[in-house]
């Protein structure tokens, strides 16, 4: 079950489930932007969690909309990176979105994690899936022993669609019953559902799902379509500490 709590004075977002640092923040929270009104917030708030969790390093990848999965090592630089794994401690790895599904897995057996950033054409090209792979291959993890969330991100209702977006979107989960509608000459897709029902066919079953709609909610987070294309972000964050 998600629940809001504070660390410090920022709000920010947070599963029972997983039992390592981890959060989704919210609109007093912020990391990321180039919004000048939060870029001081923003850096302020960086400082202030690598100090909490006493971290040598804060990593957030160059995301964009690829399907590339990549291992934290000992650079600070990932271009082109959609989904980090992180398997050492010291190190925190926040990833960014713009109404765009965030996912956590964590590998309970082998304390490893992932943040995959999963917006529609991720989502399409299975970038959970991808990510479930590179930890299986690496580690030899089993899907039983996953733990696995769904952050605050738009809505079915929210996310209106093309047909051909929404017909690869569905084509992607063995069972698509419900994932994209077809409304009064509109199509909508589920990106929550499609990603969760993607690691469901790879046998992970211990998820946990946002209730909230970064539209429907967005008192409490940023959104690109809401808020008219905002440089502002909500972000996922974990640390193996």
């Not at 964009?64 to 934290?72: A, C, D, E």
């Not at 469901?200 to 709609?213: E, F, P, R, S």
Request: overall charge positive; hydrophobic content about 35%.
């Amino acid at each position: 079950m998600f629940y809001f709590c504070k660390i410090g004075n920022l709000e920010v977002l947070k599963s029972d489930k997983l039992n390592i640092a981890h959060f989704f923040t919210t609109r007093n929270s912020i990391l990321k932007t180039k919004d000048p009104a939060f870029i001081q917030a923003a850096e302020e708030n960086k400082a202030f969690f690598k100090n909490y969790y006493n971290l040598k390093r804060l990593i957030s990848p160059s995301q964009t909309h690829t399907s590339n999965v990549r291992l934290v090592d000992d650079n600070d630089i990932y271009e082109d990176t959609d989904a980090l794994i992180l398997d050492k401690k010291d190190i925190g790895i926040f990833l960014n979105f713009a109404d765009c599904v965030p996912v956590i897995m964590y590998d309970t057996k082998n304390n490893a994690a992932s943040i995959i950033h999963a917006g529609w054409r991720g989502t399409k090209e299975q970038i959970v899936k991808k990510a479930f792979y590179k930890l299986n291959s690496r580690y030899n993890s089993n899907p039983d022993d996953i733990v696995a969330l769904i952050g605050p991100s738009i809505c079915k209702n929210c996310f209106e669609t093309s047909k051909d977006i929404a017909l690869m979107l569905s084509a992607s989960v063995s069972d698509n019953s419900g994932c994209a509608d077809y409304i009064e000459g509109k199509y909508y897709a589920d990106l929550k559902e499609i990603n969760k029902r993607q690691m469901i066919d790879l046998g992970i079953k211990n998820i946990d799902t946002a209730q909230y709609c970064t539209c429907c909610n967005n008192d409490k987070f940023f959104s690109y379509r809401k808020e008219n294309k905002t440089t502002n972000r909500i972000s996922a964050f974990l640390t193996l500490n």
